[in-house]
């Protein structure tokens, strides 16, 4: 990477963390540590809840997901303004009311001490391993990209997160997320703009290359189940996944519950469900855009070329005969495009990919441990050779800035949670210097995600269960913030049952699938999980009282 | 002290704005979706 790129890189970033420790070096509070600054614009409450979301995976692993395949993956995001609607009038109002720190809070006032704490842990439990995921996965990329120690990577990210998240808390968090989601923006729109000016036809010719070639699906109708984006599944399994998220999950809860007035913290939501879905979108066209450049400009037979370079002198001959191959299907396949023969073009696409299966099943037999996932690897190839000197450190600045907010995020709703939830209740009355507590928590927290990214390599199945992991609980908890907020005569015992029971269904479910005895797209476990919370909660609940009456 | 001013604002017009934004937009996709099947 030139020199410039570094210079870039590291100022942008020392800029944003420099002004996030400045704002808040002498005011923080131990209220300011644990839910940020109360004199918070809506603008910082709602870029907060989306820095938070949007990991550097989503810039990485997006537009890769519309070059590969198409832009279906938006319906993902259709729950998205309905739950943020349902939260604001619900949500918000009660947990001002009690005003309480973390969610969990409302759960001890409505049932009991027990509810609070086993909802609490699975927080804890659940986000605890996503945070190390969250420094590793964009971590990966990074070092194989830049050619770095992926360890180097991980704890330089992770140290970064550590120092302004530990001096400032919940309020350099806010401070930091407002200006590295300003980056982020920036950043994707001009990487956008020079995808546009490189493209060598017009763009409402890219549009029909782009959409004769099936990159323009979009919406899929299909009643299938294990179709994993449908409308149907956005709308229903996304809307569970998205009111559980922004709902009851403290590192997205802590962001809207900071601010001072509670019209600031629903238009932050509001805001969310405004920009949510054209953002995802613009993020997916510069897929696209993608698919459309390296149509006409010819691209790597396999994205992560670190990869390639493992493989053994032994099979280089034979990588070098596919790649000769595979550019000529690509000439023949760009003059076809040019021409607009959309079926022979097809073919070509089609051979292209047969080359590109072989390539990989080569590298597969003969590089240990082969990683055959390159989609990720997409933009950042494009970003590392096509921009100009100093917009690709601008770049890698927007990545490593999502990488650090989301963590940053997370790592502060897990000291929050468990100060207020556990250190408070257990420990509150013995007197304690509660800044220095909550800082600690923040580090033990901050240490424990760079532990875990470390570890992530050594157990391939850890980062597959972790993605899953936040769908397993979110239905259960759903279904218990539900009831606690909407059946006000379901009592907490009947609650607990169902909860069990509902968990206990999830895992079923999820068993069923891992084994293929039935086809279910994880989306729907969060539907399955409350559903049956709330249908057992008030089964339960009615024998109870028919019982005892 | 913080003020409570949630009640001055006419939230259900915020609301019905959103969804219908959002069913806008599955509207567009989909019609861009329909041009090429």
Do not use: C
């Amino acid at each position: 990477m030139h020199a410039l790129d570094w210079v870039v890189l590291l100022a942008t970033l020392a800029l944003i963390v420099g002004y996030g420790v400045f704002k808040t070096r002498k005011s923080a509070t131990a209220g300011e540590l644990l839910s940020g600054s109360k004199d918070v614009s809506l603008y910082t409450v709602g870029l907060g809840i989306m820095a938070t979301q949007a990991s550097a995976i989503t810039f990485l692993s997006t537009p890769g997901q519309a070059y590969a395949y198409d832009m279906g993956f938006i319906q993902f995001y259709f729950g998205m303004p309905l739950a943020v609607v349902l939260v604001s009038a619900f949500f918000v109002p009660a947990y001002r009311k009690m005003r309480a720190v973390t969610a969990y809070q409302f759960l001890e006032q409505r049932f009991d001490r027990k509810t609070r704490l086993f909802t609490a842990a699975l927080f804890l439990t659940s986000r605890g391993l996503s945070a190390g995921i969250t420094i590793f996965a964009p971590a990966i990329v990074l070092s194989a990209a830049l050619e770095l120690p992926l360890n180097l990577m991980i704890v330089i990210i992770g140290i970064i997160v550590l120092f302004y998240t530990v001096s400032g808390g919940s309020a350099a968090v806010a401070v930091t997320q407002k200006w590295q989601m300003s980056t982020i923006l920036i950043g994707m729109g001009i990487a956008a703009a020079i995808l546009v000016d490189r493209i060598p036809v017009s763009m409402s010719d890219a549009y029909l290359i782009a959409g004769e070639m099936g990159k323009l699906n979009i919406i899929n109708t299909s009643l299938d189940p294990g179709t994993r984006y449908t409308l149907w599944s956005g709308l229903t399994g996304g809307l569970f996944l998205a009111l559980s998220y922004l709902g009851t999950d403290q590192s997205q809860v802590q962001r809207y519950l900071g601010a001072g007035e509670e019209r600031t913290s629903r238009f932050g939501l509001l805001f969310n469900g405004v920009f949510k879905i054209p953002m995802q979108f613009s993020i997916l066209t510069i897929g696209v855009l993608l698919f459309v450049f390296y149509s006409f400009i010819q691209p790597p037979v396999f994205f992560n070329q670190t990869e390639v370079a493992r493989a053994p002198e032994s099979v280089q001959l034979e990588l070098s005969a596919i790649e000769a191959d595979f550019k000529e299907v690509f000439e023949q396949k760009k003059s076809m495009l040019l021409a607009a023969d959309w079926s022979t073009s097809h073919k070509l696409a089609e051979e292209q990919e047969a080359l590109r299966a072989s390539y990989m099943e080569l590298l597969e037999s003969s590089v240990p441990n082969f990683q055959p996932k390159d989609t990720d690897y997409v933009f950042i190839t494009f970003v590392l050779t096509y921009l100009p000197k100093g917009l690709v450190g601008l770049l890698l600045a927007v990545i490593i800035s999502a990488a650090m907010s989301s963590t940053a995020g997370e790592v502060s709703a897990l000291a929050t949670t468990t100060y207020v939830d556990y250190y408070r209740v257990f420990r509150g009355e013995v007197a304690h210097n509660e800044k220095r507590v909550i800082r600690s928590l923040t580090a033990v927290w901050g240490v424990a995600a760079i532990f875990v990214a470390l570890a992530a390599p050594l157990y391939e199945n850890l980062i597959q269960l972790v993605n899953v992991l936040g769908s397993l609980f979110y239905g259960t908890i759903l279904g218990i913030f539900l009831i606690g907020l909407f059946i006000k005569h379901v009592k907490a015992r009947a609650l607990f049952i169902a909860a069990v029971v509902g968990q206990v269904t999830v895992l079923v479910f999820h068993t069923l699938t891992v084994f293929d005895v039935v086809s279910l797209g994880f989306l729907w476990y969060n539907v399955i999980g409350s559903v049956t919370v709330l249908a057992v909660a008030l089964t339960v609940q009615r024998f109870m009282k028919m019982t005892y009456s | 002290m913080t003020k409570n001013s949630a009640t001055t604002v006419n939230w259900k017009k915020y609301y019905v704005g959103v969804i219908a934004l959002m069913v806008a937009e599955i509207v567009l996709f989909y019609y861009i979706t329909r041009q090429f099947v």
